[in-house]
């Protein structure tokens, strides 16, 4: 079975990085892109990019371009989210999203991990 | 940038109908997709393109889309079913919006 576990809980000052993995297993690692969308405590979703792990391309929302960078190692289907530059209101979970056949809907997501940055 | 409007939230009696919405411009020319999500959980993928159950997905579940908007329907209305729901389509190629979700209270 298609599942997606990610790295644990993090806790971050304001201007550190984080890295967030998400292990894909039951599936083609490289067959599906990969997203990441994020959620602030009570607000709603938002997705920040995504990568295509068969080459490695992304496409990363604007808001994040100059702060964002996600890759990927297919030995062991793992993607990754660096987020730079952390600021108070990047406290949120964060979740990885498979991209089904339909390519159009995400339709396996992770655990989430909540990143919290905090001075 | 390309926006999807929700209500902030729906009220429905049990055994009722559900109606949540999705507004955006020329909307019925994109795909939309529909998640659940309630505390604590993942979201969960209910409805893709426009009108499509994922597997495991009750019947009660089905979707709608044309012209602005698209629409989640859920027939006979459960307790189970109280949960956040939130619309998704596609910008261009490459950028994905999330409308902003709506809160289904099933009184």
């Known amino acids: 079975q298609v599942q997606l576990v990610q790295s644990g809980a993090e806790v971050k000052k304001p201007g550190a990085s984080v890295k967030v993995s998400c292990k894909a297993s039951?599936?083609?690692?490289?067959?599906?892109?990969m997203h990441w969308v994020r959620q602030a405590p009570g607000q709603g979703l938002e997705w920040m990019g995504r990568?295509?792990?068969?080459?490695?391309?992304?496409n990363y929302a604007q808001k994040f371009q100059d702060r964002v960078t996600m890759t990927r190692d297919t030995s062991i289907s793992t993607a990754y989210m660096e987020l730079s530059r952390l600021r108070s209101d990047d406290t949120a979970v964060y979740y990885c999203a498979r991209a089904g056949a339909a390519r159009s809907s995400f339709d396996y997501w992770g655990q989430g991990t909540l990143v919290t940055v905090s001075s | 940038s390309y926006e999807l409007t929700q209500p902030p939230s729906v009220s429905v009696s049990p055994g009722q109908t559900a109606s949540i919405t999705c507004s955006g411009d020329?909307?019925?020319?994109?795909?939309v997709s529909w998640y659940q999500q309630k505390p604590g959980q993942s979201p969960v993928l209910v409805i893709y393109?426009?009108?499509t159950r994922p597997s495991g997905i009750p019947e009660r579940f089905s979707g709608s889309n044309s012209g602005n908007t698209a629409t989640l329907t859920i027939s006979g209305t459960q307790a189970f079913d109280e949960a956040d729901y939130y619309c998704?389509?596609?910008?261009?190629?490459?950028?994905?919006?999330f409308g902003g979700g709506t809160k289904l209270t099933v009184l």
């Open positions: 990568i295509n792990p068969n080459s490695g391309d992304t």
């Open positions: 393109q426009d009108t």
């Open positions: 020329d909307l019925g020319n994109k795909y």
């Open positions: 039951g599936y083609t690692f490289t067959g599906y892109y």
């Open positions: 998704q389509a596609w910008d261009s190629s490459t950028v994905v919006v």
